[in-house]
């Protein structure tokens, strides 16, 4: 269904605003955020600031305080896109943060006790970045956690990221540089139904790195330093995996057959190989016309995707 929208562009100012609003969605270009003063709307002819529930800044720049967004009081979601966002100093009461592109306050101790409320945390691409992975376990409410291109201050998850993150759902870490992850790194995130791990530098994935995992329907691996894999380790998904991203290389080096492969996932409806071209090995094809015998297809792309501006799409 096609939402109605009403454009405001705003002409002689210094830093020229402009607002969309797409009924309880407002997006705000080239707007200056200050912390001491409210969000200037008064002249963006808003039809109702308090159905106001999702927040999209574009191009923005500033800071964030106590009362920038004071006339949104049903605000859940923020959407931050290309802006630059210097400083947060208070709490916000939102669910969900979307970060794109952005200069973005590095996430530590102090960003994380502004943000307790979240339920999905999305952050992709953002200029110098930093994640503090201990303080990811503060988030005791989140269900959905992406962070891709970022620069974590320890590159080898444990267990001791998630500790106490029993609601997480989907968990994204796509493109960070991790290089290691304990046995027991994921083994408090039951509860787990998308794990991405993409475009790292895993050079092991332990054999009982996935065996909580029990409830899990897409896992990613591809394009790590992986040499091989043993497809024995995922005997936790057998009744529920239905996506599976890994590389051709790693399933021939491997030496399994993809008869033995839906043995092992009866339920697998995907498999996805990653930004690779496709494999000229004739085996590849062999393989992948099994797979599709048996209800099941291959797909060369980069299938658990990446943040986009108006959802997020893995």
């Keep these: 269904m096609l939402r109605a929208c009403l454009l405001v562009v705003l002409i002689g100012c210094t830093a020229c605003t402009s607002v969309i609003q797409l009924n309880s969605e407002v ?88 943000l307790q409320k979240l339920r999905i945390l999305t952050i992709k691409a953002n200029k110098n970045f930093q994640v503090e992975p201990l303080i990811l376990k503060n988030f005791k409410h989140l269900q959905t956690l992406f962070i891709s291109e970022a620069n974590f201050t320890d590159d080898c998850v444990t267990k001791n990221w998630f500790k106490g993150m029993e609601d997480l759902q989907q968990l994204g870490l796509r493109g960070n540089g991790i290089s290691c992850m304990t046995a027991d790194a994921l083994s408090s995130l039951q509860n787990l139904r998308m794990l991405d791990l993409t475009n790292n530098h895993l050079a092991d994935i332990h054999k009982t790195a996935f065996k909580e995992l029990t409830k899990l329907e897409q896992l990613g691996f591809y394009e790590n330093d992986l040499e091989e894999f043993d497809f024995q380790a995922l005997a936790s998904q057998k009744g529920h995996l239905e996506l599976l991203g890994v590389s051709w290389k790693v399933l021939k080096s491997s030496g399994i057959s993809a008869k033995n492969l839906l043995k092992v996932l009866p339920n697998l409806k995907l498999l996805s190989l990653g930004h690779t071209d496709m494999p000229t090995d004739f085996k590849a094809g062999e393989f992948c016309h099994i797979l599709k015998q048996n209800g099941a297809s291959c797909m060369i792309d980069n299938l658990f995707g990446t943040p986009t501006l108006f959802g997020t799409q893995w």
């Design 27 to 114: 997006m705000l270009f080239s707007a200056h955020l200050m912390e001491d003063t409210p969000l200037q709307t008064s002249e963006l002819q808003l039809d109702s600031e308090e159905l106001v529930d999702h927040l999209i800044l574009m191009f923005c720049s500033g800071s964030i305080g106590e009362v920038t967004f004071r006339q949104f009081p049903k605000l859940h979601k923020l959407t931050i896109w290309r802006s630059r966002i210097e400083h947060i100093s208070a709490f916000l009461p939102i669910t969900e943060l979307e970060v794109v592109r952005s200069y973005f306050p590095n996430l530590d101790a102090s960003l994380q006790e502004k």
